[in-house]
């Protein structure tokens, strides 16, 4: 039973919005370092103040291989519900790209 309490806090930690911008600013940080100097400042997140879940995802269709493969590299280190959100994040954004190609 214990094991159990623990993972349903850790699910629900990982889905706090003061880690999920932790974890959006270490993944803008490393999109920003592997992007080319005048692409970096086209990569950007804002947190929604009211909506505190809410992340305005605001990138250049150049940068955004960059922030997926930041994404890929930090997906190992997050927590499971945390890595789901950036999942879905990744497949929106996918998806949003595959709209503007056709």
Do not use: C
């Not at 990569?43 to 150049?62: A, E, G, H, T, W």
């Amino acid at each position: 039973m214990k094991r159990f309490v623990t993972d349903v806090t850790n699910l629900q930690e990982g889905l706090h919005p003061e880690n999920l911008a932790l974890w959006y600013a270490k993944i803008i940080s490393e999109a920003k370092d592997m992007a080319p100097p005048w692409l970096a400042d086209k990569i950007k997140v804002k947190q929604d103040p009211i909506l505190k879940m809410k992340f305005n995802l605001d990138i250049s269709k150049r940068a955004v291989r960059y922030f997926m493969i930041a994404v890929d590299n930090n997906l190992g280190s997050m927590p499971n519900s945390t890595k789901m959100y950036f999942l879905k994040v990744q497949e929106t954004l996918s998806g949003e790209m595959d709209k503007s190609l056709v």
